[in-house]
């Protein structure tokens, strides 16, 4: 049975579907059979074209190693109905993604999660902050403060950056792992290594 690997956010473009494809990718290289089931209309995860990395949430496969569940905003209810339904008695982890824009996100997450928490009966295996902009480090740094004494610290991935290279790899069918900069692919794989510990 695979281990199912929920991707959750309270905002809208918060980088879902590029963690779970780009990781997808990088552990299919290793040969690990990984496949990603989205709850939501995805036309950014299609537009990757990659049939066969995708699953329905109808049809899960008993045959990988990892499912990404893409859950959008889904609410703990919604995510509950699913698991239940779909991943009984198998293992669940829960990354939490954000892109901090707003000054008070920190907070807004930790409010977010206490619903998730009881559906996975603890807090959040990962907090993945992404989009981030270099110019805001102030409120990136207060904020990524706020989130380490609210979840731990070992729980906060490294940042990854705003960058519009990332945005285009789907029009161009490419992943972080083609991306000829070397802060963007090192950021990546400190996550990749973070969620390899976890499968």
């Known amino acids: 049975m695979?281990?199912?690997?929920?991707?959750?956010?309270?905002?809208?473009?918060?980088?879902?579907?590029?963690?779970?494809?780009?990781?997808?990718?990088?552990?299919?290289?290793?040969?690990?059979?990984?496949?990603?089931?989205?709850?939501?209309?995805?036309?950014?995860?299609?537009?990757?074209?990659?049939?066969?990395?995708?699953?329905?949430?109808d049809e899960l496969p008993e045959d990988c190693d990892a499912?990404?569940?893409?859950?959008?905003?889904?609410?703990?209810?919604?995510?509950?109905?699913?698991?239940?339904?779909?991943?009984?008695?198998?293992?669940?982890?829960?990354?939490?993604?954000?892109?901090?824009?707003?000054?008070?996100?920190?907070?807004?997450?930790?409010?977010?999660?206490?619903?998730?928490?009881?559906?996975?009966?603890?807090?959040p295996d990962l907090i993945i902050p992404n989009k981030l902009k270099a110019h805001e480090w102030e409120n990136n740094s207060r904020q990524l403060f706020a989130l380490g004494d609210a979840f731990g610290y070992e729980k906060i991935t490294d940042l990854l950056p705003e960058c519009s290279r990332i945005h285009e790899l789907p029009l161009d069918r490419k992943t972080v792992w083609e991306v000829p900069v070397d802060q963007i692919r090192l950021a990546f794989e400190k996550l990749l290594t973070q969620v390899k510990e976890l499968l």
């Open 2 to 57: 695979p281990v199912f690997l929920f991707l959750l956010s309270a905002q809208k473009a918060s980088g879902q579907t590029t963690i779970a494809f780009n990781l997808t990718a990088a552990l299919q290289r290793e040969g690990k059979n990984v496949r990603i089931v989205s709850l939501f209309e995805n036309p950014r995860l299609e537009s990757w074209q990659k049939p066969e990395w995708l699953a329905s949430p």
């Open 67 to 123: 499912l990404w569940i893409l859950t959008g905003q889904m609410t703990p209810d919604e995510v509950r109905a699913f698991a239940d339904a779909r991943c009984a008695g198998a293992k669940c982890r829960y990354f939490i993604c954000t892109t901090l824009e707003e000054a008070d996100d920190a907070d807004k997450i930790a409010a977010y999660t206490k619903g998730f928490e009881q559906v996975f009966g603890r807090q």
